[in-house]
T-cell receptor, first 113, second 114 residues
């Protein structure tokens, strides 16, 4: 257990639907990052939150949004889902700036049918 | 924007042998950090090793070591005494100082052959 909790682990939904992915960072970590990994691809940065504030956006579609709550958990909302949104979505957290890498959650496997 | 390049999509190595995975990166910054992550078939992302750019000494973690060539912007990973459990996708990653995001390479798929 890495200490970063992502739910659900698997999600199957139809095109056009909306889903919410949830992430609880490791205890004490203020930063949460979301990444998308399509089949056999690298990780694409979506968005970064630090202590409730959006810090950076990557290639995140307008159909996607995220937020970080006062208890530091984060949610990634995906709407008007398309087949191409099928991917593994990772949440990662880090303690502070500096040489720390991420601690990753186990990911949410989203399948859009 | 920084880029990370892994030019070896797939590699294989015999069990107990040594293998080196290559990575190059591009940045104009002087303060940055480099990482290697492992993603086994379980899909969990696991931090293998990290290197701070200001440190000249190459990082080592048990059987894993890096060859950090700052002037060449090269950061290769050497796995010694390869084990079957090393079979995984390996991602090279880069991060500027501060709260910057981590940028990942496209990965090298390593197969350890018994």
């Amino acid at each position: 257990d890495s200490g970063v909790t992502q739910t659900p682990k698997h999600l199957i939904t139809a095109t056009g639907q909306r889903v919410t992915l949830r992430c609880s960072p490791r205890s004490g970590d203020l930063s949460v990052y979301w990444y998308q990994q399509s089949l056999d691809q690298g990780l694409q940065f979506l968005i970064h939150y630090y202590n409730g504030e959006e810090r950076a956006k990557g290639n995140i579609l307008e159909r996607f949004s995220a937020q970080q709550f006062p208890d530091l958990h984060s949610e990634l909302n995906l709407s008007s889902l398309e087949l191409g949104d099928s991917a593994l979505y990772f949440c990662a957290s880090s303690a502070s700036p500096g040489p720390y890498g991420y601690t990753f959650g186990s990911g949410t496997r989203l399948t859009v049918v | 924007a920084q880029t990370v390049t892994q030019s070896q999509p797939e590699m294989s190595v015999q069990e107990a042998e040594t293998v080196t995975l290559s990575c190059t990166y591009d940045t104009s910054e002087s303060n940055y950090y480099l990482f290697w992550y492992k993603q086994p078939p379980s899909r969990q992302m696991i931090l293998v090793i990290r290197q701070e750019a200001y440190k000249q000494q190459n990082a080592t973690e048990n059987r894993f070591s890096v060859n950090f060539q700052k002037a060449a912007k090269s950061f290769s990973l050497k796995i010694s005494d390869s084990q079957l459990g090393d079979t995984a996708m390996y991602f090279c990653a880069f991060k500027h100082g501060g709260y910057q995001k981590v940028t990942f390479g496209t990965g090298t798929k390593l197969q350890v052959i018994p």
